[in-house]
Each structure stands twice: as C-alpha cells, then as structure tokens.
C-alpha cells in the first residue's frame, strides 16, 4: 500500500524549485498559486537564499505550494491518485498540503490559509524571542522528564530518538546546560517554538478564517499528525489544521498508523528527504521514495505502480461512510442496530486498542444504511464501519 506525505518547514532550500520551474506547465502553475498567496513562490523557490526562505510566512506557503504542483506532475489526472494512494499525511505545515490532495479543501483555499498562518506564526513568534532544539538519542522518558524540567514543550515527536523541544530562549538555554544523559542536541534554525503555547494568537488568527471554508470528506485516507488517526470528516480535518499551529506534532503515532495499515511504500512531495529519512530509521521494511527534481518522475510513478492499492473512499455517492480513526476493536454501541436512526454527534461505537479508547461519533445525522464490520470485530485505521444516508441538510 501507497502512502504519500508531506514535509513540513525546515525541509526547504535555497534553489530546490529551480529544475522544476523549467517546465512551464509547472511555472504556470506555480504562478498561479503565487498570486492567490500573494507571494511570488517562484522567484522564492528558485532564487532567494536561505535567510529568506526561513522566514515562516514565505517558507509555508511555498513548502505547499511546491507539494500540490507536484503531485499535479505526478498525478496528470488527479483521480488517478485515488485509484493509487491508500493513505495520505503531512508533518505540521504539510498537513495542508496533504488534506488538499485528498480532496478536503481547494489549492486556492489552502493558499489563503497557509499564507494566513505563516503570516500569524510569525506574528506571534515576535512577541517572545522562542526557538527549538532537536534532541536526538537518549532515553525517551529521561528527554521528556528534561524538557518539563526546563518547562520545554516535545513540540515533535518524530519516532525514537528524535524529539524537537520548544520554548524561549532561556529554556533551551538551560537545556543546553543541563540536557538529557545521552542525547545530543542540535539547535534549529526557526523562527520561534512552533507547536507550542507560544502560538496561540495565531491559533485564533486562523480559526477566524476557516469559519468561511468549504470542506469536503477526504477521498482516500487521511493521517492526522496530531493523534495519527485516520480523520474522514472533512470539519474535523479543518479543525485539527487550525488547532495543530499551538499542538504537538505527534509524526510518531502517524508512522504507527502507516504501520497498521501495512504500507509498503512511502513517497515524500518535494522538497523531499526529511521524512523519508525519519521512515527509513523507523519503518523497516518498508519502501520509500524521496522525490526532489522532476528528472525522477518516471521512477517515481514506477514507485506508484509498484505500491498502488485504491482508496476505499472514492466515491461521493448518496450515503456518507464512517471510518475507523485507528487500529483496534470495534465496539457497536448497545443502542445502534440496522436502520437505527442517528443524531449529530451521536456515538455510534468504540474503537479499543492496547493504547487507546477511542470514539467513533457520527459527524451528522441520518439513517444507517449498512453496517460493514459487525460487533467485536478487529479494524484497521480508516476502514469503513457503516454507510450513513444523511438526512435533509446535513
């Protein structure tokens, strides 16, 4: 099975655009999504130095930019890639380049918002001189021990070993002079503690915005960085973007849902590399592909041939599906049954795993049309439990 993800900032650097901007089918593009942000991503991609694409409201926008038009040239047709990709992620800003490709909201859409928070995560980065620090190896609870210690936030938590701390200056400072026994630090160059408290204004920034949105259900499944559930509510995939700004990054449980699902292949948008490393290190066994120029693109959809398996989740027909969010047991509330009539927000079941509890609530109300798994069953993250006819106006 097919995973395709997305990187997050950091991942950018100075020229990557350039051998793809040669095509001009590409160029047009990209200058199309250039003047809905407002940005010329271009000229950014292509030439501007690193000082300059580091900057959080020009490095997001054109870190999404750069994905979607890229997936255009690997995908000519776009429901191609639902006949292909089984599931879909992206690692912090990335997360909206992944929910466009799966249909939730449009390129334009997603260009206003990635715009919009760059420009208020900069604006809130301002306020409080804050940074992040990568702390690789040592011991995972003796690292999250160190950081609360120094009052520091595991802003991501990339697997074992890889966990980026985030805070103000002085807290990393003192982390820096107390860090945990057998990790090396590594100070990044960002702009401030992403993923932490010290976002907040922006998290209310951005939700003012989505509130004019139109979404649409995920056409294939879609891995949420914040818990590594498959979400296919298209509100909820909206509402977990904006809450993500001042959340952790949890890419940990996301590649324990690759995992589950069974994924034998995981190819990473440009700029590519950072989380197919990351895969390699914890994901054995499993094939990636990191796809950075356009001179890749015949062995990258070789890749796509090789591990293509369709979304279950492609039609848009009359009844709507409810998913699993996660691996587990699947738990049929005593109250449903076949026909049973559902509420907004009712909970329709329980997914129970060695971890977690997890509810399954219906996102709007309507008929059940079909169960898919019956009481007791185990299910895989984003597997169809029940088909849903809505009822008028939802």
């Known amino acids: 099975m097919l995973v395709i993800v997305a990187p997050g900032q950091g991942a950018q650097t100075p020229g990557f655009l350039r051998p793809w901007l040669e095509d001009p089918v590409f160029a047009d593009r990209m200058h199309w999504l250039s003047t809905v942000a407002g940005i010329d991503l271009a000229q950014h991609g292509s030439e501007s130095d690193e000082a300059t694409i580091r900057d959080t409201a020009i490095a997001q926008p054109l870190l999404v930019a750069a994905g979607l038009v890229a997936a ?39 260009m206003v918002l990635v715009r919009e928070r760059g420009r208020a995560m900069a604006a809130a980065a301002a306020r409080t001189p804050t940074s992040m620090t990568a702390v690789l190896g ?15 936030t595991a802003a991501n938590d990339n ?76 509100t909820d995939v909206l509402r977990r973007i904006v809450g993500q700004v001042a959340r952790p990054v949890r890419w940990d449980q996301c590649l324990q849902t690759m995992s589950d699902l069974g994924a034998t292949g995981i190819l990473e948008m440009p700029p590519a590399g950072t989380l197919t490393s990351i895969a390699k290190r914890n994901l054995k066994g499993v094939a990636t592909f990191a796809l950075k120029t ?42 449903r049954g076949p026909d049973d009539r559902l509420q907004a927000k009712d909970r329709v079941g329980t997914v129970r795993s060695l971890r977690d509890e997890i509810p399954v609530i219906a996102p709007y109300g309507g008929h059940v049309v079909e169960w898919l798994v019956q009481d007791g069953d185990l299910v895989a993250p984003g597997q169809p439990l029940v088909r849903l006819h809505p009822e008028a106006g939802q």
């Not at 639902?82 to 909201?105: D, N, R």
């Not at 293509?308 to 047991?329: H, M, Q, Y």
Request: net charge negative.
């Open 72 to 110: 255009l040239q690997l995908f000519p047709h776009p429901a191609d890639a639902f006949g292909s990709v089984g599931a879909a992620s992206g690692h912090s800003v990335g997360e909206i380049t992944a929910a466009t490709g799966a249909g939730v909201i449009s390129a334009e859409q997603a």
């Open 138 to 152: 040592g011991d995972r609870d003796e690292v999250l021990a160190g950081l609360e210690r120094h009052g520091l």
């Open 159 to 234: 697997g074992p070993g890889q966990i980026v701390a985030a805070g103000t200056e002085e807290q990393l400072a003192a982390l820096a002079d107390d860090p945990p026994p057998r990790a090396r630090l590594a100070p990044l160059s960002v702009a401030g503690a992403f993923h932490t408290e010290h976002m907040a204004s922006a998290v209310d920034s951005l939700a003012k915005l989505a509130r004019s949105v139109t979404v649409h259900d995920p056409r294939l499944r879609l891995i949420s960085n914040a818990d590594g559930q498959v979400v296919h509510d298209g």
């Open 294 to 335: 356009p001179d890749q693109l015949d062995a990258a959809q070789a890749f796509v041939e090789q591990h293509a398996v369709a979304s279950e989740l492609t039609d848009s027909p009359t009844w709507r599906l409810l998913v699993a969010p996660a691996k587990g047991t699947f738990e049929i509330s005593t109250s």
